[in-house]
């Protein structure tokens, strides 16, 4: 089972355990399969429905996922920039200068590249649902990967953890991962594309602040998305 060499002491102080192996009502322990499908369901749930996440990163750093409905608009918020995301476009700003600089580029296309924006935040420490919903994907495909389960409480929140090992082939060899019952990432410990990530939620409420969706303050921001002639 893959260790959480990285998240173990937050752990011991954040999470409560309430068992080894997830059972379902008619008290058998899931497949491997289900295991995978019910998390990924349970993620894309969440993507539905307006919240305002706050997380505890490596070294001691801080960020936030806050997502609004109608229309769908995303932020990934981490030590020194952030992902803006929503229907006309990927806009990423690096908040660690100033005045902050942003780039606005038009939604990638289906396929690898639609992760392009998510993994430049996994980079910095913050890995997000689409991140992990590739993993889970791989894990799904590999018929040689383990998968436990078992249940916690984090920051005072009911998650479902798996725990994945033996991966190839994929951005990570092995994670610990939990979500919530809402569908929100509660922690992940891994490394991905070279990446420690040691992240684990410490607050969520359903009502994001509106500023957070908003550019920086006094922001430059070049626009790389084709410009639509005129009439």
Known sequence: MFRRAVLAPLLGALLVLTGCQAITDDGVAPGRTRLISDMAAQLQRASQRPYHAEYLLAEGTRGEISQRTGPARAVYAYPGGRLMVDPNGHTSCVTAVRPARCQIRPLPGPGPAAL???????????????IVTDLLQAAQLQSQAEVEAHDVTLAGQQATCLEVSGLSDAEAGGFSVCVTAAGVLASFAGVVGGVVIDQ????????????????????????????????
């Open 116 to 130: 392009t924006g998510y993994s430049e935040v996994t980079r910095h420490g913050l890995v997000t649902a689409p």
């Open 200 to 231: 684990a939620l410490t607050r969520v409420s359903g009502s994001p602040p509106a500023a957070v969706f908003e550019l920086p303050e006094g922001a430059r921001v070049v626009d790389h998305r084709p410009k639509t002639p005129a009439p």
